[in-house]
């Protein structure tokens, strides 16, 4: 696998990193996170934005890392360890982004499903976990603690995004079907926003734009940006799309005419 730029809706591709996917860039733009993996085994890493200066913070071990998420003022990166492969089950971790000893924040190895989400002041981290009896969003506090539900379970409840204003949050909606739902944390309200029938990883633009992977019926996943009238623009094939945290680019992995499994942004 490798990390690439490429320009938008296609063109000259640039490569950035070799064997890399489900990427993260910092809030201020210069830390890129992400997973490398060989065979059944993953490693949490840090590079500079530009690919350069690659530490490995984590190693995964015979269980796998997954989902990972800098924290807003860039101190620590929360991620999800499924140790128990290939089983989901395992739990929420932090890891200083200077490096350090991991801290495991959640300690009953449940399902733990999807990437996590950290609220504005970095006081807690969102994932989904099926602890309940069917997947739902959870909160534990970045310091450890009580571990709360956040959303009550209807379907599958996965990824949760923060919105960028901080008062919901957006999460892939599973049951039969599997489309973007936002939910309110005031409340817990819940309100459907695509009607597709097979939505992955959606994100919510600052500019209100829907961001959100979508399967066709030839198996493929497919980028796709939705304006608040539900009008669709399709940005390329790829899967697990992350914007930056001003809305103008997206991280996701795609695959090459070759094979090769690899990661690039594009302009939105």
């Known amino acids: 696998s490798s990390m690439m730029a490429v320009p938008t809706l296609g063109g000259p591709v640039r490569r950035i990193l070799d064997r890399a996917e489900q990427p993260h860039l910092s809030s ?23 690919g350069t200066g690659q530490q490995v913070l984590v190693d995964g071990g015979v269980g796998q890392l997954v989902g990972a998420r800098f924290s807003h003022d860039g101190k620590f990166i929360a991620y999800l ?6 089983d989901n089950r395992g739990d929420v971790w932090k890891v200083p982004t200077s ?10 190895v449940r399902d733990v499903i999807g990437h996590v989400d950290l609220l504005p002041d ?19 506090p970045s310091r450890g603690g009580e571990v709360i539900q956040v959303v009550p379970a209807s379907s599958r409840l996965l990824s949760p995004s923060l919105s960028p204003d901080g008062h919901s949050i957006l999460v892939q909606s599973r049951r039969f079907i599997s489309d973007g739902w936002e939910f309110s944390l005031a409340d817990g309200r819940g309100r459907q926003l695509t009607n597709c029938g097979s939505v992955w990883a959606p994100a919510r633009l600052p500019d209100g734009r829907l961001l959100y992977g979508d399967w066709t019926l030839f198996g493929d996943l497919e980028i796709f940006l939705q304006d608040p009238r539900g009008v669709r623009t ?4 790829g899967g697990t799309p992350r914007p930056s945290l001003d809305g103008r680019h997206v991280y996701l992995a795609t695959t090459l005419a070759n094979g090769d499994r690899v990661i690039a942004v594009m302009d939105t």
Request: aromatic share 6%; hydrophobic share 40%.
């Open 81 to 86: 360890h499924q140790e128990v492969y290939p």
């Open 122 to 140: 970095d006081s807690a981290i969102l994932f989904s976990s099926s602890r309940s009896g069917t997947a739902s969003i959870w909160m534990v």
């Open 99 to 108: 490096g350090g000893k991991p801290v495991r924040l959640t300690t009953d």
């Open 234 to 237: 399709r940005l390329t094939v």
């Open 28 to 50: 201020d733009g210069r830390r890129l996170l992400f997973i490398r993996r060989t065979g059944q085994r993953t490693v949490l890493v840090v590079a500079d934005a530009d």
